[in-house]
């Protein structure tokens, strides 16, 4: 599992560095097995500065080349000899200065004063892909006009250096599989010393703006699925994600995929509520169905695999067909693309066991089944499902157009332990105050209903 020290800093007002932030995860029981500094752009754009070329010529002895002289914000102008067929004077480009090393893929090469064809060059002119910002070598990347010559490019495209924990997770810490559970035992550790508190991001803003595209839910199966819930977003715009999740994304290396689904994957590491995100067009009879189907049925996967099903894989469906193994993987028929323009949301909890057998029987292990394997939060639900629902409006545009849907026919109970402290002083070998015992619990937000001289409740 790798927690973000950037993101967690968004939850928690914390000023200890990374190195301490470890030793107090380990310390809670979040051992951190690894340390590694992070960009998310190989390289973090070191070297890279914002010039703007103030004249521009063909090369006597090349076609494709053009001279250029670049200003980068020093006492004179750099040459460079630049091979991109839409340069020309008044652009604001990145310029390579000498000495910076460029990477691509698991290659790299640094930028050194030459003669190309004859003619004299300082730097370099970049593309897209020579910078690690996509793949695109069509030619260089041309910036706004308002772009400030000689700063760096990293902060024009808020690249961010970051330092990622590997947390080592035993099974019954599954609480601690989100970037909310590492913040929540890192103020109640530092809380014991000064007061320190964290927060979730309030969606409090949450509320319909309409009701034209309702989406009806049937659990057919309540033992396997105890609560399902959804919501429509109708008139989104599917495209890249912004810098700032593409950074959250890339530092946990994963890999932005669209603004929709890198929201759900971002939900996913930040509460550790697994989400999905279907092509609302897709769900046949505006219904969703959370039922098994006959034993050998077949389901085609994202991955594009044909799978046979077991009669105890319990399946997300519509009037007509499997969409979704639940809690595992989704289906290739009814997940969002470009050309998706309605969304339907799922939040839900699976039970642990049906989760455990389902993913091992078809040998798949993702993000969504780990989780519920060793048993998400119910009470988790609602709240993910509202936060990524309005960073989609945030990002992608579009309405909410119907309420939550909750199916949630038998609550799950609190869990409830009795805590004697003679045991707790047995375990821990020595004694520690009461007073200390009720601020760690409620800091770690763990609901004390009853007290006595020997434990509580």
Same mark, same amino acid.
């Given at each position: 599992?790798k927690?973000?020290?950037n993101?967690l800093?968004?939850y928690?007002?914390?000023?200890i560095?990374p190195?301490?932030?470890?030793?107090?995860?380990?310390?809670?029981?979040?051992?951190?097995?690894?340390?590694?500094r992070?960009?998310s752009v190989?390289?973090?754009l070191?070297?890279i500065?914002?010039g703007?070329?103030?004249s521009c010529?063909?090369h006597?002895n090349?076609?494709?080349?053009s001279i250029t002289t670049?200003?980068i914000?020093?006492d004179?102008l750099?040459n460079i000899v630049?091979?991109?067929?839409?340069?020309?004077?008044?652009q604001?480009?990145?310029?390579?200065i000498?000495g910076?090393t460029?990477?691509?893929?698991?290659?790299?090469?640094?930028i050194?004063?030459?003669?190309?064809r004859g003619?004299?060059?300082?730097a370099?002119?970049?593309?897209?892909?020579?910078?690690?910002?996509?793949t695109?070598?069509e030619?260089?990347?041309?910036l706004?006009?308002?772009a400030?010559?000689g700063? *760096?490019?990293r902060d024009?495209?808020d $690249?961010e250096?970051? +330092?990622?924990? /590997?947390? @080592?997770?035993t099974?019954n810490?599954i %609480?601690?599989a989100?970037?909310?559970?590492a913040?929540?035992?890192l103020?109640?550790?530092?809380n014991q010393s000064?007061k320190t508190?964290w927060s979730?991001?309030?969606?409090k803003a949450f509320r319909p703006?309409n009701?034209?595209?309702?989406?009806d839910v049937?659990?057919?199966?309540p033992?396997?699925?105890?609560?399902?819930?959804?919501?429509?977003v109708?008139?989104?715009?599917v495209?890249?994600s912004?810098?700032?999740?593409?950074?959250?994304?890339k530092s946990i290396?994963?890999? *932005?995929?669209?603004?929709?689904?890198d $929201?759900?994957?971002? +939900?996913?590491? /930040?509460? @550790?509520?697994p989400?999905?995100?279907? %092509?609302?067009?897709k769900i046949?009879g505006?219904?969703?169905?959370?039922?098994t189907?006959?034993?050998?049925a077949i389901f085609?996967?994202?991955?594009?695999i044909?799978r046979?099903?077991s009669?105890e894989?319990l399946m997300i469906?519509?009037?007509?067909?499997?969409?979704?193994?639940?809690g595992?993987f989704?289906?290739?028929?009814s997940g969002?693309t470009?050309?998706t323009?309605?969304?339907?949301?799922?939040?839900?909890?699976?039970?642990?066991?049906?989760?455990r057998?389902t993913?091992k029987?078809h040998?798949?292990?993702?993000?969504?089944?780990?989780?519920f394997?060793?048993?998400?939060?119910?009470d988790?639900?609602?709240?993910?499902?509202?936060?990524a629902?309005?960073?989609?409006k945030?990002?992608?545009?579009?309405?909410?157009?119907?309420?939550?849907?909750?199916?949630?026919p038998?609550p799950i109970?609190?869990?409830?332990?009795n805590?004697?402290?003679?045991?707790?002083?047995?375990?821990?070998?020595?004694?520690?105050n009461s007073?200390?015992?009720?601020n760690i619990?409620?800091?770690?937000?763990?609901?004390i209903?009853n007290?006595?001289?020997e434990?509580?409740k």
């Amino acid at each position: 599992m790798k927690i973000s020290y950037n993101w967690l800093k968004e939850y928690i007002n914390m000023n200890i560095g990374p190195q301490e932030t470890a030793d107090i995860l380990t310390n809670t029981g979040l051992e951190v097995e690894g340390i590694e500094r992070c960009e998310s752009v190989k390289g973090g754009l070191e070297g890279i500065v914002i010039g703007e070329v103030k004249s521009c010529k063909k090369h006597p002895n090349a076609d494709k080349l053009s001279i250029t002289t670049v200003d980068i914000g020093q006492d004179r102008l750099l040459n460079i000899v630049c091979g991109a067929p839409n340069v020309k004077a008044g652009q604001k480009v990145p310029v390579a200065i000498e000495g910076t090393t460029l990477y691509q893929g698991d290659e790299s090469f640094k930028i050194k004063k030459t003669k190309i064809r004859g003619e004299f060059s300082e730097a370099m002119i970049c593309a897209e892909d020579e910078l690690g910002l996509g793949t695109s070598h069509e030619g260089i990347i041309v910036l706004d006009d308002k772009a400030k010559v000689g700063t *760096p490019v990293r902060d024009y495209f808020d $690249i961010e250096t970051d +330092v990622v924990f /590997e947390i @080592g997770l035993t099974p019954n810490r599954i %609480d601690g599989a989100s970037h909310f559970g590492a913040a929540r035992d890192l103020a109640a550790y530092l809380n014991q010393s000064r007061k320190t508190e964290w927060s979730k991001p309030s969606v409090k803003a949450f509320r319909p703006d309409n009701t034209k595209n309702v989406i009806d839910v049937v659990i057919e199966n309540p033992v396997a699925c105890p609560r399902y819930a959804g919501v429509t977003v109708s008139g989104v715009d599917v495209g890249d994600s912004p810098n700032w999740l593409q950074n959250r994304l890339k530092s946990i290396r994963l890999v *932005p995929i669209n603004n929709i689904v890198d $929201i759900t994957n971002f +939900v996913l590491y /930040e509460t @550790g509520q697994p989400l999905h995100a279907f %092509d609302a067009d897709k769900i046949t009879g505006k219904k969703i169905i959370v039922k098994t189907l006959k034993d050998g049925a077949i389901f085609i996967t994202l991955d594009e695999i044909k799978r046979e099903l077991s009669d105890e894989d319990l399946m997300i469906c519509n009037e007509e067909e499997g969409m979704c193994i639940a809690g595992v993987f989704g289906g290739i028929n009814s997940g969002v693309t470009e050309k998706t323009k309605n969304i339907f949301l799922e939040s839900a909890y699976f039970d642990p066991l049906y989760i455990r057998k389902t993913a091992k029987r078809h040998g798949l292990n993702t993000d969504a089944s780990f989780r519920f394997e060793r048993g998400a939060d119910p009470d988790m639900t609602i709240y993910a499902l509202k936060r990524a629902a309005l960073l989609v409006k945030e990002i992608a545009g579009g309405e909410i157009s119907s309420d939550i849907v909750d199916e949630y026919p038998t609550p799950i109970p609190d869990f409830k332990v009795n805590l004697m402290y003679s045991n707790l002083e047995r375990l821990a070998g020595k004694k520690i105050n009461s007073k200390v015992i009720k601020n760690i619990l409620t800091s770690l937000e763990i609901k004390i209903i009853n007290e006595s001289e020997e434990g509580l409740k």
